[in-house]
């Protein structure tokens, strides 16, 4: 942390609280829960807040925590953490490594990660409530904090505004968030503007005619039908897109058939869109509906392909001038060493920009790294860092708790504190 830490009016007391946030990191990450189904981590949350003095409202969104604490007159400032886990099975070695297990929505069994660094989210934000509520000397305004269900589905910030977010809460002059990630822990990265890709997911389910696997003329092969449009759909990025445009179309669930020697009736496609432009996403959706569409009809479907939306993110899009704000703010207490400005967006998705898209209020958000920095630069030197550092979604992903844990803090504090003067 930066020299002048322990002077701080907020950040001084960090250390006092660290191993108190460890203990709760280390506690949510052994007990993971996939999304909206969140209840454990949703209640070991609002007891922090209301430990602080917050106002507390649980099950927004069902699983949704919101904590209200006023401080005097001042902006309202929104800081957002996300709570739910994946259906993932961890490989970590981690003394406190998840081995839980959950049903999911389709009945199934499955083991249960906190993969992408939710569990440091909700930590980091349950000590930046408790610094702020101890400091009130420090700052002035109402801070709300957000502990938001259901991230990795895309459906957890809209449940929240479903469930009258807008209406029962006062809006806030900004809204932020953060996002831990694979670089060295102890740094800061951002970017106004575009800073996510919009997601798409899509399921695509297409109809033949099933036969004996010897009578291949009885039948209309949605096998071959599927294979074909897989392969079609790998050219709408490299021939219908520009050089100076980004698209990403992935097929990750191919299905069809039970037994070698039965053609199917049916085969299932998922795939996911990643885009960020909204012209050049209009563009890629409409290309393989009419992929999709071209590979049934050169196959004599019998029926029209179904293309379900499975879900969305929309593009994450920081504010310009609140973003200039943010990381002024980072760069003056961290120092220029430990914060850098990306010149590409991220390509992963997130819900977050819909609380300020949809409330119409400028929002920021930014990306702490959680590896230890030795062995990010061993794997940097040796020109390995993508075939040696584990990304978020990998059953090896876990963030160093330390100088993650108090990076993360220390950004959120600091973040808001460039509204939240005294």
């Known amino acids: 942390m930066a020299a002048s830490d322990r002077s701080d009016p907020v950040l001084g007391s960090l250390d006092g609280i660290v191993s108190d946030l460890e203990g709760?990191?280390?506690?949510?990450h052994a007990h993971p829960e996939l999304s909206m189904q969140e209840e454990r981590t949703s209640a070991k949350a609002a007891e922090r807040l209301e430990a602080a003095g917050f106002e507390v409202t649980r099950g927004v969104g069902k699983t949704g925590v919101v904590g209200l604490l006023q401080n005097g007159e001042g902006p309202t400032v929104m800081l957002r953490a996300d709570m739910d886990a994946l259906p993932v099975k961890e490989d970590t070695g981690l003394p406190y490594a998840s081995e839980a297990t959950a049903t999911d929505r389709e009945g199934n069994e499955?083991?249960?990660?906190h993969a992408c660094g939710h569990d440091?989210?909700?930590?980091?934000?349950?000590g930046v409530a408790a610094l702020l509520?101890?400091?009130?000397?420090a700052w002035s305004g109402t801070l709300?904090?957000?502990f938001q269900p259901a991230e990795e589905t895309a459906e957890g910030a809209q449940a929240m505004i479903d469930d009258g977010l807008f209406d029962r809460f006062p809006k806030p002059e900004v809204v932020l968030g953060q996002h831990v990630m694979p670089p060295p822990a102890g740094t800061i990265s951002y970017r106004a503007g575009t800073t996510q890709a919009a997601s798409d997911s899509l399921q695509i389910r297409m109809f033949g005619r099933g036969a004996h696997g010897s009578m291949p003329e009885s039948s209309i092969d949605p096998v071959i039908m599927a294979a074909a449009t897989v392969m079609r759909l790998q050219t709408i990025v490299s021939r219908e897109i520009r050089a100076t445009e980004a698209a990403v179309v992935t097929v990750g669930v191919?299905?069809?058939?039970?037994?070698e020697n039965v053609i199917p009736d049916e085969a299932i496609i998922k795939m996911n869109v990643r885009t960020f432009d909204e012209e050049v996403r209009k563009k890629v959706l409409g290309a393989?509906?009419?992929i999709v569409n071209a590979e049934a009809d050169a196959s004599d479907a019998p029926r029209r392909p179904e293309i379900t939306p499975i879900d969305r993110y929309p593009l994450t899009v920081n504010d310009p001038d609140a973003t200039g704000r943010v990381a002024e703010a980072f760069s003056s207490y961290f120092g220029h060493d430990r914060v850098e400005g990306l010149s590409a967006p991220v390509s992963a998705s997130e819900d977050f920009g819909s609380f300020g898209t949809e409330w119409h209020t400028p929002s920021v958000f930014w990306y702490i790294g959680g590896t230890d920095p030795v062995a990010y630069d061993r794997a940097k030197q040796a020109g390995r860092v993508s075939q040696d550092i584990p990304t978020n979604h990998s059953p090896n992903f876990a963030p160093v708790i330390h100088p993650t844990l108090e990076t993360g803090v220390g950004a959120m504090v600091v973040a808001a504190r460039a509204w939240l003067s005294s």
Request: proline residues 3%; aromatic residues 6%.
């Open 254 to 259: 191919l299905q069809a058939g039970t037994k």
């Open 120 to 126: 440091m989210h909700t930590a980091c934000l349950a």
């Open 144 to 146: 709300m904090a957000v």
């Open 24 to 28: 709760f990191y280390k506690d949510i």
């Open 288 to 290: 393989i509906e009419r």
């Open 110 to 113: 499955v083991p249960v990660m």
């Open 133 to 137: 509520a101890r400091a009130t000397d």
